[in-house]
């Protein structure tokens, strides 16, 4: 269904104007793992909004037409068994966690400066594929980024 909105367009004359939304620096106590990461219900609830917009003003931009959208947690829970996010949480985890557990790494990475919003809106916008595709191309990104940043870079039941 959402495969029409994401056709192959040339962006080669189109000038954006995006006011990049930088983060505020005053989060402390942020977790490090990313076991932790992506288990934390504080990120999650702030990670719902901060990617519903996102693929809100990716829409947006790509029909032209402003739009309000939210991400369903079954197209989020498959991005995160597509990426291997799954597999830093509890085995017995329903749906809406898994799906939470890529809402906490996407502003996460938002939140630590690790990629910021234009950098994420331009990536989904270039996408030739599926907004699933597009985003599950984006969070390995991030678990790449993440993992070099020293959190957990050894993997799940590392002693870092």
């Not at 490090?32 to 693929?55: H, T």
């Not at 799954?86 to 996460?108: C, F, N, T, W």
């Not at 907004?131 to 599950?136: H, N, P, V, W, Y």
Request: one cysteine or more; aromatic letters at 8%; a positive charge.
């Amino acid at each position: 269904m959402l495969k029409k909105y994401f056709k192959p367009r040339s962006y080669s004359n189109v000038e954006f104007q995006l006011v990049d939304m930088a983060p505020p620096s005053v989060y402390q106590g942020l977790p490090n793992r990313l076991s932790d990461i992506v288990q934390d219900k504080n990120l999650a609830k702030l990670g719902d909004s901060y990617l519903n917009f996102l693929y809100s003003c990716t829409l947006s931009h790509i029909t032209r037409t402003p739009t309000g959208k939210r991400v369903s947690d079954h197209l989020l829970a498959n991005v995160a068994r597509r990426t291997g996010l799954r597999q830093h949480l509890p085995h017995r985890s329903p749906r809406g966690k898994i799906a939470d557990s890529v809402e906490s790494l996407v502003v996460y990475a938002w939140l630590k400066d690790i990629m910021s919003f234009g950098t994420m809106f331009m990536h989904l916008i270039k996408a030739s594929q599926s907004f699933e595709e597009a985003l599950t191309d984006l969070v390995k990104g991030l678990l790449k980024k993440v993992g070099e940043g020293g959190n957990e870079a050894s993997g799940p039941g590392s002693d870092n």
